[in-house]
Structure formats: structure tokens, C-alpha cells
């Protein structure tokens, strides 16, 4: 009998990355309905293009308005089926807290990585995350991920992120994931 092979997952942010962010302040916000939802328009292509590689495919998002009442549980579970089943994805992970609530699963923390991984026997080490927003650098480096950040320029983003790999576009990231997974 043979060895599993290792198990692999690209974590997509969903906000920004998945489907298009609604711009305030030059910050990222996520659709307050899914009649306000607009998937990525690369979004398709590269959820095939990991999976087609033979990685899981997974959304990991923060949704803090549902704590801070301004958005309920159903509507992003609503948002959240939208987007996994536009995109077939392998799941989606969300951290429904706000940050005084100091769980584990709110991103930078790596908890739905973790859960994931329990969940799907996941290699960490072997995965990569994908996020346009600092947090999700350092929750991927939390859980000991390869981290690909795409810089959108918002208005929050320091001069300088410590991510593996820094790109303009999700269809970079995907290319730059691709590319070091078949480096000879």
C-alpha cells in the first residue's frame, strides 16, 4: 500500500481577493448583501487553476459586523454560498468575532487555517495563503504557510509587508504559487 499524498490548500481571502471590495476611505469592505456581490473577475480561473494543480481551494474570512450588529450571521452565510458555489470551492472558513473578542479564529490569528487543516488534513507548511490585507500575511505566517499579498494600494497598507512573494493581481498570485510549485 502506498503513502497518502500530502494534502494542500491555496487560502484565499474572500474580500478583495474572491469577490470584488467596495471601496471607502480607500479601504476594503465586504458586500453588505449578495445583491451587492461581484465576484473577481479573475476569481474563476484562478480557483481552477490551484485546484487543476491539485490543491484544495478555500476562503478564509473575517466578518466582524456580525458582532458589531451590522450585518447578521444568514446574510454572510448567504454571501459565503454565493461565492462557493460560483467559484467551486472546497469550503469557506469565517471568523464571525470582532477583535475585543479575542477568539482564535480571527485572522492574524491562524485558528480557521488550523481548523481547516484538522478538518481536511491539511499540510500547513505545504500551503499557501492569498490575502490583500496585511492580516492575512500574518495569519498565513502564523500557521506557517507561504504567503502571497496583493497589493491594491489601499489606503491601510504600510510601506512594507512581510509576505513570501508581493504581487499587483490575484491572476499573479496564482502564477507565482504555480511557478514555485514547478521550479525544477
Do not use: W
Amino acid at each position: 500500500m502506498g503513502v497518502d499524498p500530502v494534502k494542500r490548500a491555496v487560502f484565499f481571502d474572500r474580500d478583495g481577493v474572491l469577490n470584488e471590495a467596495r471601496l471607502r476611505n480607500g479601504n476594503p469592505h465586504p458586500p453588505s448583501s449578495v445583491r451587492e456581490l461581484v465576484i473577481a473577475a479573475p476569481a474563476r480561473e484562478a480557483v481552477d487553476r490551484v485546484r487543476g494543480a491539485g490543491f484544495y481551494a478555500i476562503a478564509v474570512t473575517n466578518q466582524p459586523d456580525v458582532a458589531r450588529g451590522t450585518a447578521t450571521t444568514e446574510c454572510v452565510e448567504e454571501i459565503n454560498a454565493a461565492v462557493a458555489s460560483t467559484l467551486a470551492l472546497d469550503g469557506v472558513y469565517t471568523c464571525f468575532h470582532d477583535d475585543a473578542d479575542r477568539c482564535e479564529c480571527r485572522k492574524p490569528k491562524p485558528g480557521l487555517l488550523q481548523i481547516a487543516a484538522r478538518e481536511r488534513g491539511i499540510s500547513l507548511p505545504e500551503s499557501y495563503v492569498v490575502g490583500d490585507r496585511v492580516k492575512d500575511v500574518e495569519c498565513g505566517r502564523a500557521a506557517g504557510c507561504t504567503t502571497v499579498f496583493i497589493d491594491f494600494g489601499y489606503a491601510e497598507t504600510p510601506s512594507h509587508v512581510e509576505a513570501d512573494v508581493i504581487v499587483r493581481s490575484l491572476s499573479e498570485a496564482v502564477d507565482a504559487i504555480l511557478t514555485r510549485e514547478y521550479r525544477p
